[in-house]
């Protein structure tokens, strides 16, 4: 079939053509691949969108005691709590910034201090996915986590917002 | 009342008497568009996997509903594309109408018409079941989230109702029970459809947001299709329609149920048509406006004049022989590619059955002189032989030879036997063939058996 074998042809090179020079989006490339790949990202060039707008370690409890037990009713030996905001990521529905503290060496609180979407949806969307992404994190205290299936733009602004805040607290 | 002739006077005896044209012949088609056209459709359909694959990202299988709206972006966009192919076919872009043919065009859009359907539904319901994974909620309860929750969506699911409800009716069991004109008018809505759902491709598909090129490119491209439909379907028929300013001026009987329309315009003697063409033809009376109808051109244009001849079939084929003279007519077309562009070869036999003798007529009186027709028309009873003066005398001034079948169906019928005995060489030469849909398919596969290779058979079917 001379018709078909052009159409595939055609087909072929158009899929070539559309994948080379597509750069794949730079930011969705740093979730799933984890805290490893997202590490070497942000080495070169952390931040694509704004350069940190944060302070480096807010220590968090407005005490100004270096050591501040964090967690007095643990019996363990108190850790200093550190927190960190990210710098705010724009990703396709909107913009957002982690913060996050950390307690020792345990990730202990995120939030979202800035989250603005461009529509509704997206801010339910967020609303529903971004506890999902803090419930990950603080059980794999990593960003060694999964992603969320269409919320794949907020998850990797969500994932480069808190690995630049993790950095800026030498969070391995 | 006028009494214009489109016989051709046997002239003076021993001269070549093939009158010559007085309107130049349609535009020749140009083999090298259809290589061009379909790898242009490959190259599109591969660029649209393309920006599907490339939006995704490996980690987004692993994640719940990941699978599921990666096939849901997939099946959505590819059935967009395949639609977008749908609307080219028909909207008769000249270059390839002249290679296919109307009835080609239409063929290729009425195989490749459950496709895209098919996708976009399938579309609709994967990428509901993959947030409902994703979201970790009922498929019923993530309906409402995804129709309403969702910018664009409610008008995108409406889009795709009208779509499901426009394909159901061309499904070919209940498309024969409508009307054509309720058919037509429901399939019309088509178009809104797609414009309705243009928006959330753009506002929510993977491959759109965050990347204003594929925007920019995939919105040109609808653009450009649109442009298409409305150069094509609307303003070139308006402007020919102005140009030539058709009007009835008489309306001939012929035969039992069968009226010649004729008609004067100006400048007719630049309209580019070729014998075997038709146009669809709109009579702007007070009931007609509305509908356009394709009949056959039923001779070449004499200027001022031009025939139609139509069979009294339909509550519309019924209305024309009852039109005034003076009655404006509009039209659309030429179209088809049953044409002398078709001949392949030195000779050629016309076979024709019914009121198919109307395009073979003004086919026959177009074809080159070397053709030595040989022509076969089939018809019920004597009566019904159209044209048989103008048949004859054109067969006579073209060498060729003429055959007149006439009988019951059963009984007299074009076979193997008939036609090997009356053209013993029909393997060499081109074959016309044009009538009822089902007289042209049988003949297409008689022939085929004795050996004619599919370029050299061309056909064009009335349907009724």
């Given at each position: 079939?001379?018709?078909?074998?052009?159409?595939?042809?055609?087909?072929?090179?158009?899929l070539?053509?559309?994948?080379?020079?597509?750069?794949?989006?730079?930011t969705?490339n740093?979730?799933?691949?984890?805290?490893?790949?997202?590490?070497?990202?942000?080495?070169?060039?952390?931040?694509?969108?704004?350069?940190?707008?944060?302070?480096?370690?807010?220590?968090?409890?407005?005490?100004p005691?270096?050591?501040?037990?964090?967690?007095?009713?643990?019996?363990?030996p108190?850790?200093?709590?550190?927190s960190?905001?990210g710098?705010?990521?724009?990703?396709?529905?909107?913009?957002?910034?982690?913060k996050?503290?950390?307690?020792?060496?345990?990730?202990?609180?995120?939030?979202?201090?800035?989250?603005?979407?461009?529509?509704?949806?997206?801010?339910?969307?967020?609303?529903?996915?971004?506890?999902?992404?803090?419930?990950?994190?603080?059980?794999?205290?990593?960003?060694?986590?999964?992603?969320?299936?269409?919320?794949?733009?907020?998850?990797?602004?969500?994932?480069?917002?808190l690995?630049?805040?993790?950095?800026?607290?030498?969070?391995? | 009342?006028?009494?214009?002739?489109?016989?051709?006077?046997?002239?003076?005896?021993?001269?070549?008497n093939?009158?010559?044209?007085?309107?130049?012949?349609?535009?020749a088609?140009?083999?090298?568009?259809?290589?061009?056209?379909?790898l242009?459709?490959?190259?599109?359909?591969?660029?649209?996997?393309?920006?599907?694959?490339?939006?995704?990202?490996?980690?987004?299988?692993?994640?719940p509903?990941?699978?599921?709206?990666?096939?849901?972006?997939?099946?959505?966009?590819?059935?967009?594309?395949?639609?977008?192919?749908?609307?080219?076919?028909?909207?008769?872009?000249?270059?390839?109408?002249?290679?296919?043919?109307?009835?080609?065009?239409?063929?290729?859009?009425?195989?490749?018409?459950?496709w895209?359907?098919?996708?976009?539904?399938?579309?609709?319901?994967?990428?509901?079941?993959?947030?409902?994974?994703?979201?970790?909620?009922?498929?019923?309860?993530?309906?409402?989230?995804?129709?309403?929750?969702?910018?664009?969506?409610?008008?995108?699911?409406?889009?795709?109702?009208?779509?499901?409800?426009?394909?159901?009716?061309s499904?070919?069991?209940?498309?024969?029970?409508?009307?054509?004109?309720?058919?037509?008018?429901?399939?019309?809505?088509?178009y809104?459809?797609?414009?309705?759902?243009?928006?959330?491709?753009?506002?929510?598909?993977?491959?759109?947001?965050?990347?204003?090129?594929?925007?920019?490119?995939?919105?040109?491209?609808?653009?450009?299709?649109?442009?298409?439909?409305?150069?094509?379907?609307?303003?070139?028929?308006?402007?020919?329609?102005?140009?030539?300013?058709?009007?009835?001026?008489?309306?001939?009987?012929?035969?039992?149920?069968?009226?010649?329309?004729?008609?004067?315009?100006?400048?007719?003697?630049?309209m580019?048509?070729?014998?075997?063409?038709?146009?669809?033809?709109?009579f702007?009376?007070?009931?007609?406006?509305?509908?356009?109808?394709?009949?056959?051109?039923?001779?070449?244009?004499?200027?001022?004049?031009?025939?139609l001849?139509?069979?009294?079939?339909?509550d519309?084929?019924?209305?024309?022989?009852?039109?005034?003279?003076?009655?404006?007519?509009?039209?659309?077309?030429?179209?088809?590619?049953?044409?002398?562009?078709?001949?392949?070869?030195?000779?050629?036999?016309?076979?024709?059955?019914?009121?198919?003798?109307?395009?073979?007529?003004?086919?026959?009186?177009?074809?080159?002189?070397?053709a030595?027709?040989?022509?076969?028309?089939?018809?019920?009873?004597?009566?019904?032989?159209?044209?048989?003066?103008?048949?004859?005398?054109?067969?006579?001034?073209?060498?060729?030879?003429?055959?007149?079948?006439?009988?019951?169906?059963?009984?007299?019928?074009?076979d193997?036997?008939?036609?090997?005995?009356?053209?013993p060489?029909?393997?060499?030469?081109?074959?016309?063939?044009?009538?009822?849909?089902?007289?042209?398919?049988?003949?297409?596969?008689?022939?085929?058996?004795?050996?004619?290779p599919?370029?050299?058979?061309?056909?064009?079917?009335?349907?009724?």
């Amino acid at each position: 079939m001379r018709r078909l074998s052009l159409i595939v042809v055609g087909a072929v090179a158009g899929l070539a053509a559309v994948v080379g020079l597509h750069p794949t989006s730079s930011t969705a490339n740093a979730l799933g691949t984890g805290g490893q790949a997202a590490g070497g990202r942000g080495t070169t060039n952390p931040t694509t969108t704004t350069p940190p707008t944060t302070t480096p370690p807010t220590t968090a409890p407005a005490a100004p005691a270096t050591p501040t037990p964090a967690a007095p009713s643990t019996t363990a030996p108190a850790a200093v709590a550190r927190s960190s905001t990210g710098p705010a990521q724009q990703y396709g529905y909107g913009t957002l910034s982690v913060k996050v503290t950390v307690t020792g060496n345990r990730i202990t609180k995120i939030t979202t201090p800035t989250l603005q979407t461009a529509e509704q949806y997206s801010q339910q969307l967020a609303a529903q996915v971004i506890p999902m992404l803090n419930a990950e994190v603080l059980k794999a205290q990593s960003l060694n986590i999964n992603g969320i299936s269409g919320a794949s733009y907020t998850a990797s602004a969500y994932v480069t917002s808190l690995q630049a805040a993790l950095k800026n607290l030498n969070f391995p | 009342m006028v009494s214009v002739t489109f016989h051709t006077p046997s002239s003076k005896p021993g001269t070549s008497n093939v009158p010559e044209r007085r309107s130049p012949p349609s535009p020749a088609p140009q083999a090298w568009i259809r290589p061009v056209a379909l790898l242009l459709v490959g190259l599109g359909l591969g660029a649209t996997v393309g920006l599907t694959l490339t939006a995704e990202t490996m980690s987004q299988f692993d994640a719940p509903g990941g699978v599921a709206i990666f096939l849901g972006s997939l099946t959505g966009l590819v059935g967009m594309y395949l639609a977008l192919v749908m609307v080219l076919l028909i909207s008769r872009i000249p270059v390839i109408e002249r290679l296919l043919g109307l009835d080609g065009l239409v063929g290729w859009h009425r195989r490749l018409g459950p496709w895209p359907v098919s996708l976009l539904v399938a579309h609709a319901v994967i990428v509901t079941i993959g947030y409902a994974q994703a979201a970790k909620t009922g498929l019923i309860h993530e309906v409402g989230t995804v129709v309403t929750g969702f910018p664009f969506m409610i008008i995108a699911t409406v889009g795709l109702g009208l779509m499901v409800i426009a394909a159901i009716v061309s499904i070919r069991a209940i498309r024969s029970r409508l009307s054509r004109e309720t058919w037509w008018l429901i399939h019309l809505s088509m178009y809104l459809a797609l414009a309705l759902s243009f928006a959330h491709v753009i506002a929510l598909g993977p491959s759109f947001v965050g990347h204003p090129v594929t925007r920019w490119v995939w919105s040109l491209v609808w653009a450009a299709t649109a442009g298409v439909v409305i150069v094509y379907r609307f303003c070139l028929p308006v402007v020919r329609s102005l140009r030539y300013r058709l009007k009835v001026v008489e309306i001939r009987p012929e035969a039992p149920g069968v009226v010649s329309v004729i008609c004067s315009g100006r400048h007719l003697e630049r309209m580019a048509v070729s014998g075997g063409q038709f146009f669809s033809w709109r009579f702007l009376t007070r009931g007609m406006w509305w509908q356009a109808h394709p009949y056959s051109m039923s001779a070449l244009p004499r200027p001022p004049y031009l025939r139609l001849t139509v069979k009294n079939v339909g509550d519309h084929s019924a209305a024309v022989s009852r039109l005034k003279p003076g009655t404006r007519v509009a039209i659309e077309g030429p179209y088809g590619s049953f044409t002398r562009h078709a001949q392949h070869r030195q000779t050629a036999v016309l076979i024709a059955a019914g009121i198919g003798i109307t395009a073979l007529r003004s086919l026959l009186e177009d074809l080159p002189n070397g053709a030595r027709p040989i022509v076969i028309v089939r018809a019920s009873r004597e009566e019904d032989l159209v044209f048989r003066s103008e048949v004859t005398e054109l067969v006579k001034s073209r060498k060729g030879k003429l055959h007149e079948l006439v009988g019951p169906r059963h009984k007299v019928l074009v076979d193997r036997r008939t036609l090997m005995k009356l053209v013993p060489d029909i393997g060499r030469r081109d074959v016309y063939i044009c009538g009822p849909e089902h007289f042209v398919a049988d003949i297409v596969e008689l022939v085929g058996r004795l050996g004619v290779p599919e370029e050299a058979v061309h056909h064009e079917a009335f349907s009724l």
